[in-house]
Structure formats: C-alpha cells, structure tokens
C-alpha cells in the first residue's frame, strides 16, 4: 500500500515570490509515479506536473519543478514567480508502476497568491 | 485534443433514490478509474477498469456498482442514496499508465 503525507494544510505567498510545498510518501514498491495535482475553486483537477521515480532527474515544467529525494521518500514542488492564477489546492499523489495505476492523494496543501 | 468527459455535471437527488454518473474516456484509453471526493477532503479510489474488465476495486461501497461498456465508456450506478454521498465524483482515464488525465467532475447532491 502506498502513503501519501502533506504536513502543510494551508501556506501563502506573495505575487511573484517562490513557495515550496511539501510532501512525503512510502512505498513498497521499487517502481511507482509520484504527481502534484493543483484543484482550483472551480475543482477541476489539474496535472501539474509527474516524475517517474526510475528517473534521477528532477521534473520541471516552466515554474514548477520538484526536488525529488528517493532515498528520503520526499517530493516537494517549487512554484516560482507566483501568479495569483496559482491559488488553488495542490494534491500530492503516487501510484505503483506496474498493472494497478490508482492513484493515493495526500491531504491537499491550499495555497494563497497574496497581490 | 479530446478530454474525459462527464456527465451531467450537477445531479441533485433525494434520498434512497438511484444515481447514474457517465464517464467517456480519451478515445484510444485503455483504463477508466473513478474517485469519490467528499468537502475538503482529498480524492478516494473507487474502482478502475481494464479493457472493460474490472481491475481494483477501493472503498467502494456494495450500494454503488460499475461497469465499462464495449464502446470503452464507464457508467457509476449509485442506489439507496445517503446524505453522505454528496460529493464530488471524477473519473479518469488513462494508456497503461500515460495520459492520466482527468474529467471535470460530476457534483452529486443528496437532499
């Protein structure tokens, strides 16, 4: 069974500053997934961005990037240049690499972009 | 590009009556996976299928069924309806385990 722990219910930050959100997970599995979603107000449920755990580089997309530490089990996402477009809840979530691919969520951080 | 698509996206029901939410997945996506997720509370697996095959199943109770149909699309069947089955409901679909991509949501209200 996999874990997945986001020890900040709520953070905030302000326009145009760098936040980092945190996460840890555990595992049993030597191949699995780990994804940060972002769920804005209006709930839809948004990739942000995906690191397959094989891989020792850490994944970025524009903004986000993470710093994926495999040994400590943790997966925290760094948002740069915040935009208020970020406020929303971001979910950290994991699956197993091999046929089962339903995902574990953690609790959800919600984030504030303060103008 | 095509998305998941879910329907409707409100439902309002009574209670003990029957919920039908409809899933049609990217075109060319193998699995479907559905999740439950109650106010402020992070998303719960349900069940997922496989090549119209049902492949997990999670905290799904024995008041709700699914199932995958030749045309790849999923329907979730809800009876007995209980106030706290208000919720927000996605599915998602996925290639094997690329594209995990997810519908926008049916927001199922029990009264």
């Known amino acids: 069974a996999q874990t997945v722990t986001q020890s900040q219910p709520e953070m905030s930050v302000q326009e145009a500053e760098t936040v980092t959100l945190s996460c840890t997970y555990d595992?049993?599995?030597?191949?699995?997934?780990l994804f940060w979603y972002k769920q804005p107000p209006s709930r839809q449920m948004i990739l942000v961005i995906r690191?397959?755990?094989?891989?020792?580089q850490n994944a970025t997309e524009n903004r986000f990037s993470v710093n994926f530490q495999k040994a400590a089990k943790s997966f925290s996402l760094k948002i740069s240049d915040s935009q208020l477009g970020d406020t929303a809840m971001y979910f950290c979530?994991?699956?197993?690499?091999?046929?089962?691919?339903?995902?574990?969520f953690g609790k959800g951080t919600l984030l504030t972009v303060n103008p | 590009a095509a998305g998941v698509i879910q329907s409707p996206r409100h439902l309002i029901k009574e209670k003990r009556e029957t919920a039908t939410l409809k899933c049609y997945p990217i075109?060319?996506?193998?699995?479907v996976y559905w999740y439950q997720q109650g106010p402020g509370q992070d998303p719960q697996f349900l069940i997922s299928?496989?090549?119209?095959?049902?492949?997990d199943k999670g905290s799904i109770p024995d008041r709700f069924s699914a199932q995958q149909f030749s045309d790849y699309h999923s329907e979730l069947n809800m009876s007995s309806l209980e106030l706290g089955d208000s919720a927000l409901y996605f599915c998602?679909?996925?290639?094997?385990?690329?594209?995990?991509?997810f519908g926008s949501g049916t927001r199922l209200t029990v009264v």
């Open positions: 299928f496989y090549e119209k095959m049902q492949s």
């Open positions: 998602a679909s996925s290639l094997l385990v690329n594209g995990y991509t």
């Open positions: 075109p060319r996506h193998d699995t």
């Open positions: 979530a994991s699956h197993s690499g091999g046929s089962n691919y339903k995902l574990t």
């Open positions: 595992t049993s599995e030597s191949n699995y997934y």
């Open positions: 690191q397959e755990a094989y891989k020792q």
